[in-house]
């Protein structure tokens, strides 16, 4: 009996995860050097995705949201063909908040970027990785100048596909 259901089990899991991955959806979470946010990806196919982040900027000096279009630049499938698909991607975007740190109070708006290289789980629909995403910002508020914090954002990102 415990057979039948361990295989009943790893079928549904194996069905759930390859119907996943054929979506286009992601959600996750990215935990940087400068922002920690829960992101969206919609993928347009194999070698495009948007990927949509909303969390606080600076540890706790603001918030942003931000947006950036990526390609996968390279993947490996072969590298480990029992276990995972690796691959490397880049994008670039745009990303908003709103800083309030010292004297930089206010709104901010600039380009942001993203290099990033991971792995995804070929049986279940897991994608992790470590990434690199800087922004640098041009602060609106009681102080005009630039924020330069968001320079220093390497990160790990996880995201699961559904």
């Not at 691959?87 to 930089?104: C, N, R």
């Not at 924020?147 to 995201?159: A, E, H, R, V």
Request: with cysteine; hydrophobic share 45%.
């Amino acid at each position: 009996m415990k057979k039948i259901i361990m295989a009943a089990l790893m079928t549904f899991a194996f069905a759930l995860g390859s119907h996943a991955q054929s979506t286009p959806h992601a959600i996750g979470v990215h935990l940087g050097g400068s922002t920690m946010d829960l992101e969206y990806q919609y993928h347009f196919n194999n070698k495009n995705f948007l990927d949509v982040t909303a969390g606080v900027f600076d540890l706790n000096d603001g918030f942003c949201f931000q947006a950036v279009y990526n390609w996968n630049i390279k993947q490996w499938a072969d590298w480990t063909p029992n276990f995972a698909t690796w691959k490397f991607w880049g994008g670039v975007g745009a990303g908003l908040g709103f800083y309030d740190a010292d004297s930089d109070d206010g709104l901010f708006v600039g380009p942001v970027g993203t290099l990033g290289f991971g792995f995804t789980v070929k049986d279940f629909p897991l994608t992790i990785g470590i990434d690199y995403r800087p922004m640098i910002a041009l602060n609106i508020g009681d102080n005009f100048g630039l924020i330069d914090s968001g320079f220093k954002n390497f990160g790990l990102t996880m995201t699961y596909r559904f």
